[in-house]
């Protein structure tokens, strides 16, 4: 395959015929009732912290994931921070996450005190493996002997609070082992999915395996409020404490000001839920969208023995957020994304390992060697949906 046939083969699938013009990595599609909440939003006045768009675009959510609670933050890296908190995290814990992810993962791990512990992923997600999660807590780490439920890093001291895979550019990773091994080691899962709304493992929502799961609305993910996240979880208390702490903890009263602990201003506002509920009613069409452009590539990659196509595990169902490529040896990553990009077509890399960014290179790491391969060899391709709009 020559780069010149995937940049046209690119360029002809998303129409962009004008050379001065570029494909986008991932374009929001505003096609439904955005322009009509939004209004409405505008002419009710209430814009800001409270209305009705927030409790709608919460149910929505909840009723789409089939989590009993959600609750919306002003982003997917608040909603982080909060189920971090809520999974009991505190300064000096750890938290074992995967080193490919996106910085907001670690930054949220940060913000409550503690320190993240990096293993393996698997070739085959991109995501947390459960056999480097296991090897790691049966080799490095042991019971506490104070609090027998608790683990403890053998070389650190610190105690392990939770594990907190991420779903990676919509590909489920291997969920359902990861729950079994926290359940085993009484360790708490947080999942980020701030990149899988709308991806399932066995039938079952990303983000309902965990005790608590992030998901974002930022302008590039699937669908977006503007920026946004959401917290979900099955724990009516935890619920309750989350819509608490996003909120300032301010007690409920006529007038009064009266907040029992430090919290936060996370909440989402109105007119960001307004555009999120609208994005949402259009989320079906959306991930076909996304599916047959995903099958597209396919198809292109299988004729032009191409590089090899990141798919979905049998048993999950992707919403194909970003379609990601894993380049063969023989193909310099470098040279790609240079090709691609001085022709317009918005390629990028996958991110930089974490415990090589300045912030983390003291981390604690397993053998990374599958997130090392990975990341000389992933490129992601222009994935944005193409549907017809519904607005004149
Ligand atoms: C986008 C993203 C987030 C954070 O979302 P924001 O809404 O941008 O704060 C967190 N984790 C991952 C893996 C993401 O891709």
Redesign the pocket.
Known sequence: MHNTQLIAFIRSLYNVTNDNDVVPLHAPLFAGNEKTYLCDCIDSTYVSSVGPYVDKFEHMVAEYTGARYAIATA????A?HICLKLAGVVPEDEVITQPL??I??CNAISYCGAHPVFIDVDRDTLGMSPASLREFLRTQTRQSSQTPTERINTTTGRRIAAVLP?HTFGFPCRIDEITQICHEFNLVLVE?A??SLGSTYSGQHTGTFGTLA?F???GN?TITSG???MIITNDAALAKHAKHLTTTAKLPHAYEFDHDEIAYNYRMPNINAALGCAQLENLDSLLSSKRSIALAYADFFSMHLGPHLMRELPQSHANFWLNAVILPDTVTRDSMLTDLNAAGVMARPIWRLMNQLPMYRECQTADLCNATWLEQRVLNLPSSAIIKSKQP
């Open positions: 982003s997917g890296t608040a982080l992810t996106f907001a993962t991420m980020d701030a990149e992030a974002s609305f930022n993910k920026g946004g996240g």
